[in-house]
Every structure is written in structure tokens, then in C-alpha cells.
């Protein structure tokens, strides 16, 4: 089993900077990718951004540009920089971690982003 635990939500305005934590601990040693989504109230859970154990990193085009992942294997976590952010951006967030033996979430951080 492998426990996700998100951080680092909050409200902030348009144009402004967060950055989301993601601390994975458990049998962490099989994880080959980690990602973040987020989903919007009314719908679908979106993928945002994700980086493989090798550091290939993807992200949706929504984000580009605006939003960097990146991960501290001596920390087992995975950060998300928001930057630009945009009402649009309003959502929770949730941090995946998946392995060939199982896909393991977070209980999701709350983004808000208004003036």
C-alpha cells in the first residue's frame, strides 16, 4: 500500500502562486509515476501535470507554461509550482501515484483562485 498526502491549497488571486505538495510514504519503491489532477465543481477529474521515476514530465495545455512538477526522491514528494494562475485554475487538487500493482490517491487540496 502506498498513502498520498496532499498540501499547500488555499486561496489566492488571479495572477498569483501556489505550490502544492504531494508526501507519499508505504511501499513507495515500485512507483513509476506520479501526477497531479484536479477537478472543477459540475466536472471531470483532469490530469494537470505528471513525472515518471526517470523525470519525463507531461503536462495538460492548459497549464503549460504557467505550472512546473517536480520531485524530491530524498523527500518522496512531488511539488506542482502554479504560477499565472487563472479563475479557471479553481478546483480540487489530488496527487496519483501509480505502480503496476496498484493507483493510489490523495484526499485532494483545495485551489481557489479569486479576486
Known amino acids: 500500500q502506498v498513502q498520498v498526502v496532499e498540501s499547500g491549497g488555499g486561496l489566492v488571486q488571479p495572477g498569483g502562486s501556489l505550490r502544492l505538495s504531494c508526501a507519499s510514504s508505504g511501499n513507495i519503491f515500485g512507483l513509476k509515476m506520479m501526477g497531479w489532477y484536479r477537478q472543477a465543481p459540475g466536472k471531470e477529474r483532469e490530469l494537470v501535470a505528471s513525472i515518471t521515476s526517470g523525470g519525463k514530465t507531461n503536462y495538460a495545455d492548459s497549464v503549460k507554461g504557467r505550472f512546473t512538477i517536480s520531485g524530491d526522491n530524498a523527500k518522496n514528494t512531488v511539488y506542482l509550482q502554479m504560477n499565472s494562475l487563472k479563475p479557471e485554475g479553481t478546483a480540487v487538487y489530488y496527487c496519483?501515484?501509480?505502480?503496476?500493482?496498484?493507483?493510489?490517491w490523495g484526499q485532494g487540496t483545495q485551489v481557489t483562485v479569486s479576486s
Open positions: 496519483n501515484a501509480w505502480s503496476p500493482d496498484g493507483s493510489y
